[in-house]
């Protein structure tokens, strides 16, 4: 079994490594470079690397990299200041071997005192970047399969619990429903708001009460319910696209979902000892 090291050498000119140290065998010193913090999915990412060993002959180098995945949702209800935000990430690959350089004398340099050669490793074509972000046509499919089967029901429970009668009497005409909204309103003066009764007037739901005796001793205003029924009956008829459907005639739904790479360098003497790089994290475009 091959020991992983870090080993500090004595001159401080060749000393490529962070501070972080793993005691046991001495290993080989290495540092590299990558050309770009960003590749495109199916091409290569290129890099500079440098290298020596105080103790044993160094016999190749591997590429490693483990792969994480970021997926961002945002669904926005138009009908209400609601939104539900996510970003999660999570890894979807552990660290593993991509592919093997081979050693070779011609790479020495008098002027660095260390091996130095340039390389490139793989990525997937696979891991391309997803989004689906605000269509101009809903589609229930890509909806189900980006947020789950039970989103859309459970989203429409979430906003019910919000809903208030200005919003009710603003969308039910709009799609159709209740045109004439006459029969469930109701209107009141509150004169905390103002002593003019053009400002202090505002409307709501016909509202009953239910005197104390019938509810512990105090009086309890509610909403009809023949009034509520019938909002609850209408309700199940609001298709969930109507309510993220923004002024612009586009749906507040995105998706997106993105890789990123967190990759290392490798490099092994003969006997199998090796050291490894500071990784690099390598966002997928």
Same mark, same amino acid.
């Given at each position: 079994?091959?020991?992983?090291?870090?080993?500090?050498?004595?001159?401080?000119?060749?000393?490529?490594?962070?501070?972080?140290?793993?005691?046991?065998?001495?290993?080989?010193?290495?540092?590299?470079?990558?050309?770009?913090?960003?590749?495109?999915?199916?091409?290569?990412?290129?890099?500079?690397?440098?290298?020596?060993?105080?103790?044993?002959?160094?016999?190749?180098?591997?590429?490693?990299?483990?792969?994480?995945?970021?997926?961002?949702k945002n669904v926005t209800c138009s009908w209400l200041s609601y939104s539900e935000i996510s970003? +999660? #990430?999570?890894?979807?690959?552990?660290?593993? *071997?991509?592919?093997? !350089? &081979?050693? /070779?004398?011609?790479?020495?340099?008098? @002027?660095?005192?260390?091996?130095?050669?340039?390389?490139?490793?793989?990525?997937?074509?696979?891991?391309?970047?997803?989004?689906?972000?605000?269509?101009?046509?809903?589609?229930?499919?890509?909806?189900?399969?980006?947020?789950?089967?039970?989103?859309?029901?459970?989203?429409?429970?979430? +906003? #019910?619990?919000?809903?208030?009668?200005?919003? *009710?009497?603003?969308? !039910? &005409?709009? /799609?159709?429903?209740?045109?004439?909204? @006459?029969?469930?309103?109701?209107?009141?003066?509150?004169?905390?708001?103002?002593?003019?009764?053009?400002?202090?007037?505002?409307?709501?739901?016909?509202?009953?009460?239910?005197?104390?005796?019938?509810?512990?001793?105090?009086?309890?205003?509610?909403?009809?319910?023949?009034?509520?029924?019938?909002?609850?009956?209408?309700?199940?008829?609001?298709?969930?696209?109507?309510?993220?459907?923004?002024?612009?005639?586009?749906?507040?739904?995105?998706?997106?979902?993105?890789?990123?790479?967190?990759?290392?360098?490798?490099?092994?003497?003969?006997?199998?000892?090796?050291?490894?790089?500071?990784?690099?994290?390598?966002?997928?475009?």
């Amino acid at each position: 079994m091959a020991t992983l090291v870090v080993a500090f050498a004595s001159c401080a000119k060749h000393d490529f490594f962070d501070e972080n140290t793993i005691t046991g065998a001495v290993g080989p010193e290495a540092y590299w470079e990558i050309n770009s913090s960003a590749v495109k999915a199916g091409g290569a990412m290129g890099f500079t690397a440098q290298y020596y060993s105080s103790v044993e002959k160094i016999d190749h180098s591997e590429a490693w990299y483990s792969i994480s995945e970021t997926i961002d949702k945002n669904v926005t209800c138009s009908w209400l200041s609601y939104s539900e935000i996510s970003s +999660v #990430k999570s890894m979807k690959r552990v660290l593993q *071997y991509i592919t093997e !350089y &081979p050693h /070779l004398e011609e790479y020495w340099s008098d @002027s660095l005192h260390a091996y130095t050669f340039s390389g490139a490793f793989p990525v997937s074509g696979t891991l391309a970047p997803l989004t689906w972000a605000q269509p101009a046509e809903f589609d229930s499919t890509k909806m189900i399969t980006y947020f789950g089967e039970d989103y859309m029901q459970n989203f429409k429970d979430v +906003v #019910k619990t919000k809903m208030t009668y200005s919003v *009710y009497e603003e969308q !039910y &005409p709009k /799609l159709g429903f209740l045109t004439d909204f @006459s029969p469930y309103k109701d209107s009141s003066y509150n004169w905390n708001i103002s002593s003019d009764s053009a400002l202090a007037k505002y409307y709501h739901f016909p509202m009953d009460t239910l005197k104390g005796a019938a509810v512990g001793g105090k009086d309890s205003i509610f909403v009809k319910p023949w009034v509520m029924d019938t909002m609850n009956y209408y309700w199940e008829k609001v298709p969930f696209d109507a309510l993220i459907k923004n002024a612009e005639g586009k749906y507040d739904v995105t998706y997106k979902r993105n890789y990123s790479l967190d990759a290392e360098l490798r490099v092994y003497d003969v006997v199998g000892t090796y050291s490894k790089t500071v990784s690099k994290e390598i966002i997928i475009n």
